[in-house]
């Protein structure tokens, strides 16, 4: 009875150390978790769609945008966190032979239109000002919510343009384009404006680098379908729809983004090889050097989907105190400097300062947890 | 002329104080007054009016002044010479106008500075400076370079002719070889390429409706209009009639008829998903000579399948016309609510908004071996080059053999045989353009601007056939295609010529040729207006009995008068030529026994030989001082006035332009009452309008691998004379009135030239 006292303790104790062996080696992991966990820094997500062409045999401008807005939908972004901007209805068009759909896929294999499309800029309000209105909130207090960008600082955003372009601009309808520098100070604006935490910006147009070359602003990670002096070209000629359904690199864009689900753990990495030369016949371009994290960090799902993290843990985890600290501390010595300097307004040039200062904040942030409402509102001193 | 010289408003002189600015403005007063706006002769007779300056200005002032009062007399003497010069006796500046005398004024300060009217303007702008002297009369160049360069226009004047007109002629020629003929492309975005399915099937049904539609013919005698309105409505047409009825001016004896009736039929399949705002037309001339069954046929076997078909974003009109163009003019006329013919017809019950392109259709035949496409419409129009285009590309989609002007195409453009078999088809296409009438039914669209071809189906010996499946796929295409445009064609070029179905050149190329021709009429009006000027090197006025001035030596120059007379007779001529023959057909047919067809032919060349007995009339009228200032003097009014009409016919009509100047230059430069008389006459003669029609008539025929004899030709030639003026009374074609008002008087002229007296 004793002995087998014994050997039940020593069971208790044996069991009680492995346990022990192994809550700290979950420990660790779970640290890595929470780590990865917070790692984006967004809280919501946020897509412009936008297609600047009109006219039935630019139906493939359409069925591109719709292409990505079915994408996002399907990854989780509401409707409501979509502005869809098309310049031609093309589902409705009497030229089509199939009304009420937008195919993407020859044969009719797949239907872009889908059963509940919400288009909020549609035909003639499509236009840049509309448009740089829409991402930069300059906009009539009368225009309805859903016709609004109405992103914070935990906002990532997905920007897709396509339509005709050349060398610095794109054409919007056939009257006005807008240049990669409006587009440019555009983002910077919206950067200014606390609008976003992180912004992809994917454009398949003809010279489409051309478009995201001179952005300065953070964090905005850009894809275009071809490189300065390339055109980018169509693909799924459909002689019984009688026009070119889709564009290559966007197709190729479809294809993979059909294969990701809201767990998939896919990068950028992956997007940036989705359609190789010989597929795309242009030369797809990305950009990176803005982007404060490493593309293969970032899941497809932090842009394409509103994929809320949910992580089931058993465990009670601690949360670094330091982090919390400094925090607070953060917080205090910026209300001390507050106090001291007299408010006024941010210096708009030069830029690059500008950043810098809210680089520096910006990281801080990251690393806290909560969302000073406070600060935000104060930093822009 | 005020115009050729730049700004020179009279106005700019007036208020301004400042004695520079408005000196330079003022070009040397020499009034050019010549009625040409031409830019190549006006050119040429400023360089002409340039030149003249320094001449006058070794004249005594005295002569000049009298040179200012006559200019308002004569019309090229020049005004020119020193300010000081100009204007200085009381006379004169009495007699010109206010504007004149202000210039004066204005511009006599350089020379006489101590009367600056507004010392305080000048103070005003602080020039202390003194001026530089400023250089006599205020011109720009140099005179003495450009007396040189007048010199040598002259001196150089034959071998520079020679070589302009070869020139346009090898340019002409040229047209058809690879460094200017280019190949065709789409320019419009909406039917970028043939990328649409043709589901049409309904060969058979075609090839049914055909027969019903040739037996129901034969039984009424008549376009069976019952028959195709019900057939029509069967396969869910909206369907309606049109009855017009028209009197010919005279009987047409080719095509037989004179008091014309019929009634067109028409349905329109209505866009399913569209407002009818647009639409396009398929349509069939069905006339007493050309029977188009197999059209109507596979037209409506079209609409059957067209019916079937949701995608149609344009309206769809079915036309089946009767008394073939006479019954698509009806129609037109009617559908845009004009009445440009005195066509007699019934309004249109249905319409379909703005067509945007029409299609005709030609086939007697159940099977084809090729397609002809004819692009020449009224008065030369052309329909916009992406409508052939995409033509062609069905055709080569389709495996079809198309030719233009009934010839294929060469495919080796490298070789020289390419080219030169693309000569032909150019040559003639410019002579089918060239005739102004339209080659097809499609050819009344154009004036509309309805882009629009007619399509033969041609049934030779080949061995390989294509049925009205082949052909209806292909037309399913094109109207598909057609149906996805946005806008009106618009996109690719309106003016061209074709050496083959997919090679065209541009107005920008093909216009030298007419502009080298054209340059040699310029040369010699200002070969001409030299000589004049170097003839009346003194200067007199032509009634001298105005004015209280010195007696003066007998006028050496012809006034206006003198020219008044041979113009107004030959213009007259041109009037009676155009307006008798069919006004006075009945009275001919009573004196003569001629129908009225062949009395209206017989007339108009009565008329037109009439005309060489001019110059004997003329003269008894003109006043016989100063001979051979008077031939020179209407030369140069002859040569300016067919450069004139040249250049304006070849800016709309190149074929027609071109023909006529290639022709025509070289005996209008030529021309001259001294020399060889009888061989210049010959000449004239030969190269007339008349002359011309006759030896394209030969030509065409030539190249249509179809010579003709003398007989034959005569015979044609008096058949497309009476055409010619049934065109122009029936569809408006414009040649017979062109030729008639405007080429034969100017021809008449140079007749008279070369029998001055």
């Known amino acids: 009875m004793v002995a087998s006292c014994f050997l039940r303790k020593c069971l208790t104790a044996l069991a009680g150390l492995l346990l022990l062996s192994f809550g700290s080696l979950a420990a660790s992991q779970i640290e890595d978790q929470t780590e990865q966990f917070f790692r984006s820094g967004h809280t919501n997500n946020w897509a412009v769609l936008v297609c600047t062409s009109r006219f039935w045999f630019n139906y493939r401008h359409v069925a591109n945008t719709l292409s990505v807005y079915r994408s996002v939908k399907r990854l989780g972004i509401p409707d409501s966190h979509i502005v869809l901007m098309l310049a031609d209805d093309m589902a409705c068009n009497p030229r089509n032979p199939k009304p009420a759909t937008v195919f993407s896929h020859k044969n009719m294999e797949l239907n872009v239109y889908g059963d509940d499309v919400e288009v909020d800029y549609r035909s003639y309000e499509v236009t840049v000002e509309n448009f740089l209105r829409v991402l930069t909130g300059r906009i009539p207090p009368s225009t309805p919510r859903s016709k609004r960008l109405l992103s914070d600082d935990r906002s990532n955003i997905l920007i897709y343009m396509t339509g005709h372009g050349g060398n610095g601009f794109l054409k919007f309808q056939d009257s006005e384009e807008i240049t990669n520098i409006e587009l ?31 952005f300065y602003s953070p964090n905005i990670m850009a894809l275009a379908s071809s490189q300065v002096g390339e055109d980018s070209l169509s693909h799924q000629p459909d002689p019984a729809i009688g026009v070119h359904l889709m564009d290559r690199y966007t197709f190729y864009v479809l294809e993979f983004l059909e294969e990701i689900n809201p767990a998939s753990q896919t990068n950028m990495n992956d997007l940036f090889q989705v359609c190789p030369k010989s597929l795309c016949v242009s030369t797809p371009g990305h950009r990176t050097d803005l982007f404060q994290r490493d593309p293969k960090n970032v899941l497809i799902t932090d842009f394409f989907g509103s994929v809320r993290k949910v992580e089931i843990t058993t465990e009670t985890i601690r949360l670094q105190p330091d982090l919390g600290n400094m925090e607070s501390r953060y917080k205090k010595e910026w209300m001390d400097e507050e106090l001291m300097e007299p408010l006024k307004y941010a210096e708009q040039l030069p830029v690059a300062q500008i950043i810098h200062q809210k680089l520096a904040f910006t990281i801080l942030f990251r690393i806290s947890f909560s969302t000073p409402v406070v600060l935000g509102s104060s930093m822009r001193a | 002329m005020p115009w050729l010289r730049g700004p020179r408003k009279p106005s700019s002189c007036l208020p301004t104080p400042d004695i520079r600015t408005c000196h330079c403005q003022q070009p040397p007063c020499s009034a050019v007054f010549l009625p040409t706006a031409l830019f190549i002769p006006s050119l040429v007779l400023q360089i002409g009016a340039f030149s003249l300056p320094p001449a006058s200005s070794q004249r005594s002032p005295l ?329 062609q590309t069905f055709c080569q989609k389709g495996g079809l053999l198309c030719t233009l002007q009934g010839k294929l195409q060469p495919q080796d453009w490298t070789s020289v045989d390419g080219p030169l078999q693309g000569l032909q088809t150019l040559l003639l296409m410019t002579l089918q353009q060239a005739s102004g009438r339209p080659h097809g039914a499609h050819g009344l669209f154009l004036r509309y601007r309805v882009e629009a071809l007619t399509i033969r189906g041609i049934n030779s010996f080949r061995q390989y056939k294509y049925d009205l499946v082949a052909v209806g796929k292909a037309l399913e295409g094109m109207f598909r295609k057609l149906n996805h445009l946005l806008e009106r064609l618009h996109q690719s070029f309106f003016f061209y010529v074709l050496p083959a179905l997919s090679r065209f050149v541009s107005i920008g190329l093909y216009m030298p040729a007419a502009g080298f021709l054209l340059l040699v009429l310029g040369l010699k009006a200002l070969e001409l207006w030299m000589q004049l000027h170097e003839a009346g090197a003194g200067p007199q006025e032509a009634g001298g009995a105005s004015g209280p001035g010195p007696p003066l030596p007998p006028a050496q120059s012809v006034g206006l008068a003198s020219l008044v007379a041979p113009l107004l007779i030959s213009q007259a001529m041109g009037l009676a030529l155009y307006v008798l023959p069919v006004l006075g057909q009945h009275v001919a047919t009573q004196h003569f026994p001629v129908a009225e067809a062949e009395a209206v032919v017989l007339t108009l060349l009565a008329i037109y030989a009439a005309g060489l007995a001019l110059p004997h009339s003329t003269h008894r009228v003109m006043s016989a001082q100063a001979p051979d200032r008077g031939w020179m003097a209407l030369k140069l009014v002859a040569l300016i006035y067919l450069a004139l009409q040249l250049a304006c016919v070849a800016l709309t009509n190149f074929s027609l332009g071109f023909l006529l100047a290639a022709t025509m230059v070289p005996a209008a430069a030529l021309t001259h009452p001294c020399g060889p008389r009888p061989l210049y006459a010959a000449l004239l003669v030969l190269t007339s309008p008349a002359a011309t029609l006759l030896g394209c008539l030969f030509l065409w025929r030539e190249l249509q691998e179809a010579p003709l004899s003398l007989a034959e030709g005569w015979q044609l030639f008096l058949a497309a004379l009476a055409q010619g003026v049934l065109d122009h009374h029936t569809y408006g074609a414009l040649l017979f009135p062109l030729l008639a008002l405007g080429l034969y008087p100017c021809w008449l002229l140079f007749w008279n030239v070369l029998f001055w007296k």
Request: aromatic share 8%; glycine share 8%; proline share 6%.
């Open chain 1, 184 to 214: 440019a100070d555009a983002f910077e604006q919206m950067w200014q404006k606390r609008r976003y935490n992180e912004l992809l910006f994917i454009i398949d147009t003809c010279q489409g680098a051309s478009m995201y070359e001179r």
């Open chain 2, 63 to 391: 002569l000049c002044s009298r040179v200012v009062y006559t200019s308002c007399h004569f019309p090229w003497r020049p005004l020119s010479g020193p300010p000081e010069y100009q204007f200085r006796s009381a006379h004169a500046r009495r007699r010109v106008g206010l504007r004149e005398r202000k210039c004066v004024r204005a511009r006599r300060f350089p020379s006489g500075r101590r009367e600056a009217p507004v010392p305080g303007a000048a103070a005003g702008r602080g020039s202390a400076v003194p001026e530089p002297p400023l250089p006599a009369m205020g011109l720009l160049s140099d005179p003495v370079r450009r007396r040189a360069l007048a010199r040598l226009v002259l001196r150089l004047n034959a071998p520079l002719c020679v070589l302009s007109y070869v020139a346009g002629i090898a340019w002409f020629l040229a047209l058809a070889f690879p460094p200017l003929t280019q190949r065709t492309y789409m320019s419009e975005n909406a039917m970028g390429s043939t990328m649409v399915e043709e589901q049409f099937a309904g060969g058979e049904r075609a090839r049914g409706f055909a027969r019903d539609f040739a037996a129901h013919r034969r039984k009424t005698g008549a376009l069976p209009v019952a028959w195709l309105e019900r057939t029509m409505r069967s396969v869910g047409l909206e369907v309606y009639t049109q009855s017009f009825s028209r009197k010919l001016p005279f009987p047409d004896e080719t095509r037989e008829r004179y008091m014309v009736a019929g009634t067109n039929v028409y349905g329109i399949l209505r866009a399913p998903r569209a407002a009818s705002t647009e639409s396009l037309v398929l349509t069939v001339p069905c006339g007493p000579d050309s029977a188009n069954s197999q059209a109507v046929g596979l037209l409506l076997a079209l609409a059957a399948h067209f019916r079937g078909q949701i995608y149609w974003a344009k309206d769809i009109i079915f036309l089946v016309t009767e008394q073939d163009l006479l019954g698509t003019e009806a129609w037109l006329e009617a559908y845009h609510d004009t009445n440009v013919t005195g066509m007699q017809s019934s309004p249109l019950q249905g319409r379909a908004g703005a067509i945007q392109a029409a299609l005709a259709l030609e086939l007697s035949s159940d099977v084809v071996t090729s397609l002809d496409v004819a692009v020449e419409g009224l008065n030369g129009q052309l329909p916009n080059l992406d409508l052939l285009n995409l033509f």
